[in-house]
């Protein structure tokens, strides 16, 4: 009975840390391109970069 009671608990907040993990990448991988355009200097690179590890990740 212990065991469907945690299932109950914790099926439903995996459901919410899911798509939470999603929207922190991909707040991360916005900061660093207003970084990188802030910053000034060489930008195309970084943001190239910064595009396709969040494809990869998959938040694009």
């Known amino acids: 009975m212990l065991i469907l009671e945690l299932a109950i608990c914790i099926i439903p907040l995996t459901l919410v840390l899911a798509p939470c993990r999603r929207l922190v990448i991909l707040v991360r991988d ?25 494809q990869y990740h998959g938040t694009m």
């Open 30 to 54: 916005l900061q660093r391109v207003h970084r990188s355009l802030v910053g000034g200097g060489v930008m195309t690179p970084v943001i190239l970069n910064v595009l396709s590890e969040a």
